[in-house]
Antibody
Framework: EVQLLESGGGLVQPGGSLRLSCTAS????????MSWVRQAPGKGLEWVSA????????FYADSVEGRFTISRDNSKTTVNLQMNSLRAEDTAVYYC???????????????????WGQGTLVTVSS | QSVLTQPPSVSGAPGQRVTVSCTGS?????????VHWYQQVPGTAPKLLIY???NRPSGVPDRFSGSKSGTSASLAITGLRPEDEADYYC???????????FGGGTKLTVL
């Protein structure tokens, strides 16, 4: 059974930093691109960032480029999101999501998401 | 303002058929990128309903179907059930913006 468990959310002041983690199990972790998708309170879904199966390619939304850094540790089956220079508009539930398609190259773009974690809430407020 | 445009809400009576539209542009759906659909019951994580524009993952009832034409896509739900009441999101890729784009979501009410 595929499981994705996020952690690391919480309350942080504007300009602060936070590191989210997602621990995966139940599938061949290094064979899939992993993404973070967020949802602000009462709003829709927004893709944030992705890392390819090998970790060799990373992808970012324009809204977080230069502030957020995604990484993965295939030996620990974890994907992390380091969030710096946080803003009020970064307040959201952050979901970890597994790509549907097998990453045969190790450098695959994110495409679609067939498994999601339960989400972790990040609140940026003074 | 979302890159993909969906109606804010749709509704239908039990047993009826409803469709949810998703309109994009020449840099996403019109560029040939597939459309994917998700169902989200409030307070829970999204669930993949349709991938690759027309395909259902294992376990998704055949009451749900997807189509794509030009710069638009649609999700059709037949034989509406009360448990279908949820938010529905379309998603694709975009060659000129962030690599993954979502629609703004459509709230389905089962009357």
């Amino acid at each position: 059974e595929v499981q994705l468990l996020e952690s690391g959310g919480g309350l942080v002041q504007p300009g602060g930093s936070l590191r989210l983690s997602c621990t995966a199990s139940g599938f061949t972790f290094n064979a899939y691109t992993m993404s973070w998708v967020r949802q602000a309170p009462g709003k829709g879904l927004e893709w944030v960032s992705a890392v390819s199966g090998s970790g060799g390619s990373t992808f970012y939304a324009d809204s977080v480029e230069g502030r957020f850094t995604i990484s993965r540790d295939n030996s620990k089956t974890t994907v992390n999101l380091q969030m710096n220079s946080l803003r009020a508009e970064d307040t959201a539930v952050y979901y970890c999501a597994k790509d549907y398609y097998y990453d045969s190259s190790g450098y695959q773009n994110p495409v679609s998401f067939n498994y999601w974690g339960q989400g972790t809430l990040v609140t940026v407020s003074s | 303002q979302s890159v993909l445009t969906q109606p804010p809400s749709v509704s239908g009576a039990p047993g009826q058929r409803v469709t949810v539209s998703c309109t994009g542009s020449s840099s996403n759906i019109g560029a040939g990128y597939d459309v994917h659909w998700y169902q989200q019951v409030p307070g829970t994580a999204p669930k993949l309903l349709i991938y690759g524009s027309t395909n259902r993952p294992s376990g998704v009832p055949d009451r749900f179907s997807g189509s794509k034409s030009g710069t638009s896509a649609s999700l059709a739900i037949t034989g509406l059930r009360p448990e279908d009441e949820a938010d529905y999101y379309c998603q694709s890729s975009d060659s000129s913006l962030s690599r993954v784009v979502f629609g703004g979501g459509t709230k389905l009410t089962v009357l």
